[in-house]
């Protein structure tokens, strides 16, 4: 299901984000780009990624999330 239509951000790529250590929504966004344009979504996606990291910390699992490359 698409969370943020406007950055095309689905509940699974929330999902992934709280997997791989994102702790808040300012990190979502810099991270997937949910919430950067209207905001409408940001309720819900909050909503999702509290309840994702919830379920993952329970589980106790951890991914890594693609990194960008940094310019030096």
Known sequence: ???????????SDIRHSARAG???????????????TCGSCLPMACELLEQARADHAAEGTRVAFPGVAHAA
């Open 1 to 11: 299901m698409y969370v943020c239509v406007c950055n095309g951000v689905t509940e």
């Open 22 to 36: 994102c702790r808040g929504m300012a990190e979502l966004t810099m991270r997937t780009g949910c919430g950067a």
